[in-house]
């Protein structure tokens, strides 16, 4: 069984900073693609930044020059470093990973999301 663990939300002012880890912990051959995805309310989830095994990443537009993504394979880890926060930035954030559960298999995983607040 495969987990993704989450920390780092919380309450930031509009111009904080705030980093979002996430761990994936279990019996896998190995973390593919892990990324973030957020959800405001009444909003579809949207993907917000995401990092290969290869360390090429992606980004929405929304947040490009404001957060960055990066990852360590040995560590199954990625952090979200999200600088410059914007109300809008408000959402339950969560971690994404494919992962080879065997070297032929790839599965799909979603964390429980961390909930980030911007506001005065």
């Known amino acids: 069984q495969v987990e993704l663990l989450e920390s780092g939300g919380g309450l930031v002012r509009p111009g904080g900073s705030l980093t979002l880890s996430c761990t994936a912990s279990g019996n896998f051959f190995k973390c593919n693609v892990m990324g973030w995805y957020r959800q405001a309310p009444g909003k579809q989830r949207e993907l917000v930044a995401q990092?290969?095994?290869?360390?090429?990443?992606n980004y929405a537009d929304s947040v490009k020059g404001r957060f960055t993504i990066s990852g360590d394979n040995a560590k199954n880890t990625v952090w979200l470093q999200m600088n410059s926060l914007k109300p809008d930035d408000t959402a339950v954030y969560y971690c994404n990973a494919d992962i080879s559960v065997r070297s032929w298999e790839n599965e799909n995983y979603w964390g429980k999301g961390t909930l980030v607040t911007v506001s005065s």
């Open positions: 990092i290969t095994s290869g360390q090429m990443t």
